[in-house]
């Protein structure tokens, strides 16, 4: 079995269990029941057990060795030196016909589209989360650059000059971030989202600190383009 501590439940953390899944011979996954929605990152991958919240925190989680990024980490567990030479982005395969089919017509009347996501979680906004003004300068850029921007978010507080989707389910968010393969991108679950779908990514991040160590995160891979903002 594999799994991750109690508190480190997101979307990110959990695709970093996906990466490690997929080295290991019919493997078995245990998420708490908060997580339950994340299990479709593990289709064709691994089994998945969804335990109890309250029982999960007893649960013993895949341990770290090393530095550097944290699905190798948990990989030299594994495979030891052999693991310094792993790929160690997450891979995902979820997809269904409605979804498809759903993100397909939502595509038609959006030439070249571009997915932005400037959010990250609520306790991680103020290190990692872009700024009003640095989303508005990446929408209009878009827009200068022929692109279709397609905003992502949760809520429908912030407004934007831009197609906003909010709230959506994570099946169509698949669906549709493999469909238009093209995301600029806080440093959020849904840049680890992105990585596993094979988009093209540019990923606008904080300067390293002692609240983000990019080392720990940033994959290395020619798709993927890291700038950081002063």
């Not at 094979?198 to 904080?206: E, L, M, T, V, Y």
Request: proline share 5%; net charge negative; charged share 25%.
């Amino acid at each position: 079995m594999i799994s991750l501590s109690s508190s480190s439940i997101g979307l990110g953390d959990t695709l970093l269990l996906n990466a490690v899944a997929r080295y290991l011979d019919s493997p078995t996954v245990f998420l708490p029941r908060k997580s339950k929605r994340f299990e479709i990152l593990f289709d064709k991958i691994a089994k998945v057990e969804i335990v109890d919240d309250d029982k999960f925190e007893g649960y013993k989680y895949t341990p770290d060795f090393g530095t550097g990024l944290y699905a190798r980490q948990k990989l030299r567990g594994f495979f030891g030196n052999e693991a310094e030479f792993m790929d160690v982005r997450p891979v995902v395969l979820h997809s269904n016909p409605s979804g498809e089919y759903w993100a397909g017509e939502y595509l038609k009347d959006k030439p070249n589209p571009v997915i932005v996501c400037w959010q990250v979680a609520t306790e991680w906004q103020h290190v990692r989360g872009w700024s009003e003004d640095l989303t508005k300068n990446v929408i209009q850029s878009l827009k200068d650059n022929n692109k279709t921007p397609i905003v992502i978010q949760s809520g429908a507080k912030n407004k934007w000059a831009a197609d906003t989707v909010c709230d959506l389910e994570l099946d169509k968010l698949i669906c549709l971030m493999r469909q238009v393969g093209e995301v600029v991108t806080a440093h959020t679950g849904l840049f680890h989202l992105a990585v596993g779908v094979g988009a093209k990514i540019d990923c606008i991040q904080p300067p390293d600190s002692e609240l983000f160590n990019s080392s720990e995160w940033n994959y290395s891979h020619p798709t993927i383009d890291y700038h950081t903002w002063n």
